[in-house]
């Protein structure tokens, strides 16, 4: 079994900053992509940005910018640093990782239970 577990949201200004976390542990043979996802009320749940193993990185348009997202693949940990943040920032952030397990050699699609971050004045 592979788990994420995020840390890192809370309510914080506009044009503040917060950084996310999200490590993984279980039976991990090795994790490829890792990314942040975000889904706020009423609204489908949308990539954010992700990092390949080898550190290529891709971010949606509107936080192009203001958010880098980095890994260290030793901790299996990805990081998501938000800067310049909007109200419209504002939702569940999520976690998600391709794992191949090890012992069984499955590859799995896995999420963690997400974190909210509230961009408010």
């Known amino acids: 079994q592979v788990q994420l577990v995020e840390s890192g949201g809370g309510l914080v200004q506009p044009g503040g900053s917060l950084r996310l976390s999200c490590a993984a542990s279980?039976?991990?043979?090795?994790?490829?992509?890792m990314g942040w996802y975000r889904q706020a009320p009423g609204k489908e749940r949308e990539l954010v940005a992700d990092?390949?193993?080898?550190?290529?990185?891709n971010y949606a348009d509107s936080v192009k910018g203001r958010f880098l997202i980095s890994r260290d693949n030793v901790k299996n940990t990805v990081y998501l640093q938000m800067n310049s943040l909007k109200p419209e920032d504002s939702a569940v952030y999520y976690c998600?990782?391709?794992?191949?397990?090890?012992?069984?050699?499955?590859?799995?699609?896995?999420w963690g239970q997400g974190t909210l971050v509230t961009v408010s004045s």
């Open positions: 279980g039976s991990i043979f090795r994790i490829n992509a």
């Open positions: 998600h990782a391709g794992v191949l397990q090890g012992g069984t050699w499955r590859n799995l699609e896995v």
């Open positions: 990092i390949t193993s080898g550190g290529s990185t």
